[in-house]
């Protein structure tokens, strides 16, 4: 017989293990590189006249590589804190629809709204690829927590990597850290193609990364927004031409 007074314990496991399981996420291949890529703009802060305490500080409040090399290098010229703040959210734009498309996954209406808000704060890159990747088979009451944790380990990993790239700049070259800083694109690049599930998503995919530094050249400051709308606009038209052609095929 079960002890009426004891309380059932296998909806507050679930959860926790869910929580337990995305912490280690950060020890597997996508924390590595995140803690890599982490570590070169560590070396950068150091290069750029930061202190270890304000470069730590920066990548647990932005947790955006990009959008920490932007304002670090607005600082290293001497530029303003309002034109650095801009050209942040500028670069933040593109976490918007990563955004969108993952909150249906992790929105839970029996949960404390704040959970949702930590959450969404660990979206970026490898937080987003690892969470629409492993979120959509798992029960909907442990997606908000196993998220958690994958973001909660993968910060922890970023603020692991930027102190020790910081301390250990001065025994590697200069070109070395720069290198850590494209691993976490050339992982985003990869994940993408192995994640792509219809042929207009590698189209995208590729027409990205070729017309990408063409526009980095004509136009440097709207390279990544014209690249993104022009690949994903051929993504969608050729994905929905030959979905159309492969009805058509089908017809008896």
Same mark, same amino acid.
């Given at each position: 017989m079960t002890d009426p007074h004891q309380r059932p314990t296998r909806g507050m496991d679930g959860p926790r293990r869910g929580f337990r399981h995305g912490l280690l996420v950060s020890l597997t291949v996508p924390g590595l590189i /995140?803690? *890599?890529?982490?570590? !070169? *703009?560590g070396a950068l802060a150091l290069d750029a006249g930061m202190s270890l305490g304000n470069a730590v500080f920066m990548m647990g409040i932005f947790f955006a590589l990009p959008a920490q090399v932007v304002m670090m290098d607005q600082i290293a010229r001497g530029g303003s804190v309002l034109g650095g703040a801009l050209a942040v959210m500028l670069t933040g734009v593109r976490l918007l629809p990563m955004v969108?498309?993952?909150?249906? /996954?992790?929105?839970?209406?029996?949960?404390?709204? $704040?959970?949702?808000?930590?959450?969404?704060?660990?979206?970026?890159?490898?937080? $987003?690829?690892?969470?629409?990747?492993? /979120?959509?088979?798992?029960?909907?009451?442990?997606?908000l927590r196993h998220f958690l944790g994958i973001g909660t380990g993968l910060v922890l990993a970023a603020l692991i990597g930027t102190a020790a790239g910081y301390v250990l700049a001065g025994t590697v070259p200069k070109i070395v850290s720069a290198v850590l800083l494209f691993l976490t694109p050339i992982y985003f690049f990869l994940s993408l193609l192995a994640t792509s599930r219809e042929a207009g998503d590698r189209v995208a995919v590729m027409a990205g990364a070729l017309i990408g530094p063409v526009f980095y050249v004509l136009t440097p400051g709207l390279?990544?927004?014209?690249? !993104?709308?022009?690949?994903?606009?051929? !993504?969608?038209?050729?994905?929905?031409?030959?979905? !159309?052609?492969?009805r058509e095929d089908d017809d008896p």
């Open positions: /995140l803690a *890599f890529s982490s570590a !070169g *703009f969108v498309a993952l909150m249906p /996954l992790i929105r839970d209406e029996r949960r404390i709204p $704040w959970r949702q808000v930590l959450a969404v704060h660990a979206v970026a890159v490898t937080a $987003w690829i690892e969470g629409m990747r492993r /979120l959509p088979p798992l029960p909907e009451e442990q997606r390279d990544l927004l014209l690249t !993104g709308l022009i690949a994903g606009t051929l !993504g969608h038209v050729a994905g929905r031409r030959w979905s !159309g052609m492969w």
